[in-house]
């Protein structure tokens, strides 16, 4: 699913930008609210619940898009999250989580609590923007809801990958919010993972210029 960092031609010299990349479980109506069932939402647990056998083919799927990602991006909360529950964890999937370089997005927070971790201050969309001048390659986004919501209503997106869990929960937080107008995209793949999970991948389709 990795493809090549974007390429914009600045002035005379031509520069390669990060690809800002989503990726997230969901279920069938949208719902990202506790997955794991450890946070008090009365639907929570539904990543295990729904995702049964096929989360063996999930992991795999995960495994190889972290293999190929040139760092983790999380917003302050997220990096409390995974701090919490993957840096206890071995093997290859927790492994290569926690020794890749991450940012934190936060404007109160001095200190990251996942590993190999740089907190970057002040105003989101300026601090994602030069990040993109600076890490070559996929930069993957987890979680991070509302900074996801930022993201995107200023087109600092480039990717958004979905597996899509077979159940309608009804109720819960949700990826999407409102943005200032709309935001196409275009389909780049869609495939089973197992036997019930839909992965979906969406590509913005913006000029690759015009944003940060």
Not at 56 to 78: F, H, N, T
Not at 152 to 166: A, G, K, T, W, Y
Not at 167 to 174: F, K, T
Request: proline fraction near 3%; hydrophobic fraction near 45%.
């Amino acid at each position: 699913m990795s493809a090549s960092p974007v390429t914009v031609n600045l002035g005379k010299e031509t520069h390669e930008m990060g690809r800002i990349i989503i990726t997230t479980n969901s279920s069938l109506d949208g719902v990202v609210e506790d997955p794991d069932g450890k946070e008090g939402f009365r639907l929570g647990g539904w990543f295990h619940r729904h995702g049964g056998a096929d989360l063996e083919a999930w992991a795999q799927v995960e495994l190889d898009e972290a293999l190929s990602a040139a760092a983790l991006l999380v917003g302050r909360r997220s990096d409390e999250w995974f701090a919490s529950r993957w840096l206890s964890r071995d093997g290859a999937f927790a492994d290569r989580l926690n020794e890749l370089p991450k940012y934190v997005v936060s404007t109160t927070l001095q200190q990251a609590l996942w590993s190999n971790a740089t907190v970057l201050p002040g105003d989101p969309v300026q601090a994602v923007s030069a990040l993109r001048r600076t890490v070559d390659g996929d930069i993957i986004v987890y979680a991070s809801y509302e900074l996801c919501r930022t993201l995107i209503e200023h087109d600092l997106v480039d990717e958004l990958r979905l597996m899509i869990f077979p159940v309608v929960l009804g109720a819960g937080a949700r990826l999407f919010g409102e943005t200032s107008g709309a935001k196409p995209m275009r389909l780049l793949s869609a495939r089973t993972v197992g036997a019930g999970i839909a992965f979906v991948s969406y590509g913005f389709t913006r000029d690759a210029g015009t944003a940060g």
